[in-house]
């Protein structure tokens, strides 16, 4: 396992739409394996395989002390609305405050091929949003009106030392 270069807002990579993954062998476990030690090593909840510069199907989570690899995830059922702060490991030092549903279901495989589902609200449904939005090539800044809407971090909205900040921090995927 070893910790790869996250790639940042601005290179073209992050913009592509990740391939369905077909194979489930070596390539991809060794993948799997770097992209969680990355995203420990961040660190964040979670890390798609654009973000590594492959443009593949497949992002971890890990919340809750519980990792899921997903491999051509797609949300088959959302409810709700919910509006938080939300990170991105690709554009370091930067939050905003995104409405997502408030719970998603996705149905996708494991690292075997094996069909799973997963469902989650609260961080881990907003991570599972989030990561599936990578592998469309889209990101969080995708929802705002304005970069004006992005707040540094270490600040809230009026530039002081917010408590914000800190929930924000554990929501880097
Ligand atoms: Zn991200």
Redesign the pocket.
């Known amino acids: 396992m070893s910790v790869r270069p996250i790639v940042l807002l601005g290179d073209p990579r992050l913009r592509l739409k990740g391939l369905p993954v077909e194979s489930f062998g070596r390539f991809l476990h060794g993948l799997l394996d770097d992209m969680t030690e990355t995203m420990r090593h961040a660190p ?1 909840v ?3 395989a654009p ?1 590594v510069g492959e443009a593949l199907q497949a992002c971890v989570i890990e919340v809750g002390d519980r990792l899921y690899e997903l491999m051509n995830p797609r949300i088959v059922r959302a409810a709700g609305d919910d509006r938080d702060l939300e ?5 370091p030092g930067f939050y905003a405050y995104v409405t997502r549903r408030e719970k998603v279901w996705v149905v996708a495989q494991n690292r075997h091929g094996k069909k799973i589902k997963v469902s989650g609200s609260g961080l881990l449904g907003r991570a599972l949003q ?2 599936l ?2 592998l469309d090539g889209k ?2 800044i995708d929802y705002l009106e304005s970069m004006d809407e992005l707040i540094p971090i270490g600040a809230d909205e009026d530039g002081v030392e917010g408590a914000d900040t800190e929930k924000a921090a554990r929501a ?2």
């Open positions: 964040g979670g890390l798609a973000q990170g991105c490991l690709s554009l989030h990561e939005d990578h990101l969080f880097l995927a």
